[in-house]
């Protein structure tokens, strides 16, 4: 007789009763900006399975209340919860900073946000006595979300912190190599060119699909640090610390909106060469 799993693998059905390390891992964003995330998981950990949830229909959070964020993230958490997640990466820099704990309080599963990753590679980046800039929506910097987690590893660094709320919609754009993207990172960044920053945290999803210019307009000494990079690296080290990691053969993707799939998926492509084949909707 033929193994039930066999039956189930034929009848296309997947994953009928996955082990732990199999179970996906389940990424959210407010849009498409955290596909650097997604990007970055899929490099480093090219055996996971990826459940990812943009919050099209609500998009931006960067310039929403705190109430709003959080009770958006608690929707969003307990949706990817009944996809039987075993690892949520909170990808969203804005959601990161106002509604982390209450995300964790309400999961079972262990939760992991950028701000945290985005800070131990910055502490890496900035010698003692440096300083950091970190740069995010203007929810993201109000919360101060990323001087605090910086302060709280008790590292003798100066933050500075700067809102950049243009860069969102230049990026969605398309505009990421325009003049206009340069112009806009030289009106917001180069004050603090004098500042001597020695580290820039790229702390918004979108802000890595600008690091060329940023780069460019901070000049060759200050080290640019992309928290999606950092998380990825640390979701690694998270899932391998509890025996979770699930290498072997190319791990499958799965991408799901609250509005207008068609856009997201061709921004997905145009913007970061992701193929997201059909994406699926979810409304709240
Ligand atoms: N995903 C958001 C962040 O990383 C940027 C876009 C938004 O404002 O929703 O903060």
């Keep these: 007789m033929r193994k039930k799993t066999e039956l189930f693998k034929k009848a296309g059905v997947r994953n009928v009763c996955p082990r732990p390390s199999e179970r996906p891992i389940g990424v959210f964003d407010s849009g498409l900006g955290g596909l650097t995330v997604f990007r970055e998981l899929r490099a480093q950990l090219p055996g996971e399975n990826l459940v990812y949830f943009g919050d099209t229909a609500r998009v931006p959070y960067g310039t929403k209340s705190a109430e709003a964020v959080r009770a958006f993230s608690l929707e969003i958490t307990a949706f990817l919860l009944k996809k039987k997640v075993k690892l949520l990466v909170v990808a969203c820099n804005t959601a990161s900073s106002l509604a982390l704990d209450q995300i964790r309080e309400l999961s079972p599963v262990p939760v992991l946000g950028v701000i945290l990753p985005g800070v131990e590679a910055a502490l890496a ?17 109000n919360s101060r979300a990323y001087s605090r987690a910086l302060a709280a590893t008790g590292a003798r660094v100066r933050v500075l912190e700067k809102a950049c709320p243009l860069f969102v919609p230049i990026v969605e754009e398309g505009w990421c190599d325009r003049p206009v993207a340069e112009a806009v990172a030289r009106e917001y960044l180069l004050p603090f060119r004098k500042k001597k920053v020695d580290a820039l945290i790229l702390g918004c999803t979108h802000y890595p699909l600008l690091k060329k210019i940023i780069a460019r307009v901070m000049g060759p000494r200050v080290r640019i640090v992309d928290s999606a990079h950092a998380a990825a690296a640390r979701a690694r080290l998270d899932l391998a610390e509890r025996g ?38 979810k409304r709240f």
């Design 125 to 141: 980046a900035a010698p003692a006595g440096g300083k950091v800039l970190v740069t995010g929506t203007s929810a993201t910097v």
């Design 244 to 281: 979770l990691l699930n290498s072997g053969r190319l791990g499958w993707s799965q991408f799901i909106v609250s509005d207008a799939p068609e856009r997201f998926s061709a921004l997905a492509m145009k913007l970061l060469g992701i193929k997201t084949g059909k994406v699926s909707v």
